[in-house]
Nanobody, 128 residues
Framework: QVQLVESGGGLVQAGDSLRLSCAASERTVSRYTMGWFRQAPGKEREFVAAISWSGADTDYADSVKGRFTSSRDNPKNTQYLQMNSLKPKKQAVYYC?????????????????????WGQGTQVPVSS
């Protein structure tokens, strides 16, 4: 199983930008679709963004389109999530996910617990 480690979280103010990173333990992740999910307190985990193994295809939740950008650097086994114009009181734990079986569009629709690999999450509190 691939180990995923998120970093880059931290307290930000509404309107700020932040970049999250997710480093994978194995080179095989270069052939995996990777994604980001988030979970707010008391809510279900929800899809945020996904990127195909080549980086050619991406998918985003409607709530983040135009503000968040997903990218990856396969030689570094790392994916990124650039978040701009963060909204107030939208704090959540952001999780990195990876799966070799799913396309970027599919990873957006499956039940989260069916995704094969997850990171431990990084907190992104957003103050108003």
């Amino acid at each position: 199983q691939v180990q995923l480690v998120e970093s880059g979280g931290g307290l930000v103010q509404a309107g700020d930008s932040l970049r999250l990173s997710c480093a994978a333990s194995e080179r095989t992740v270069s052939r995996y679709t990777m994604g980001w999910f988030r979970q707010a307190p008391g809510k279900e985990r929800e899809f945020v963004a996904a990127i195909s193994w080549s980086g050619a295809d991406t998918d985003y939740a409607d709530s983040v389109k135009g503000r968040f950008t997903s990218s990856r650097d396969n030689p570094k086994n790392t994916q990124y999530l650039q978040m701009n114009s963060l909204k107030p009181k939208k704090q959540a734990v952001y999780y990195c996910a990876a799966d070799p079986r799913l396309s970027a569009s599919l990873i957006a629709t499956v039940i989260p617990h069916t995704i094969r690999n997850w990171g431990q999450g990084t907190q992104v509190p957003v103050s108003s």
